[in-house]
């Protein structure tokens, strides 16, 4: 599976914890109970080493030419970061 298959909408998407389950509790992204990811705990549920680090590679390379952040976690949890914007970065990447 790829992120863009696991955050198709924007009720599936986290910020400020890699993952979360039904009730908002914050669980670990490999959790049976999580519902909603961000985009470093959709990566470590779509994808496995090595080919993981270079998604988050990619995902880097994107972060740091469309925005000043320089890290993905970041940019995730940022304020003025969009489900849109997600959308654009994993469709963008094909991830």
């Known amino acids: 599976m790829k992120i863009k298959e ?16 039904k009730e908002g509790k914050m669980v670990a992204s490999t959790s049976p109970e999580a519902v909603k990811w961000c985009l470093l705990g959709a990566t470590n549920i779509c994808y496995k080493s090595p080919e993981k680090e270079a998604v988050i590679q990619l995902m880097m390379s994107y972060v740091t030419t469309h ?7 970041r940019w ?4 003025e970061t969009t489900f849109a914007d997600v959308r654009k970065l994993v469709e ?3 991830i």
Do not use: C
């Not at 696991?6 to 389950?21: Q, S």
């Not at 995730?76 to 304020?79: E, K």
């Open 92 to 94: 963008t990447l094909d």
């Open 76 to 79: 995730n949890d940022d304020p």
């Open 67 to 73: 925005n000043p952040f320089g890290n993905v976690g």
């Open 6 to 21: 696991l955050l198709v909408t924007e009720d599936k998407w986290a910020k400020t914890g890699f993952a979360y389950d």
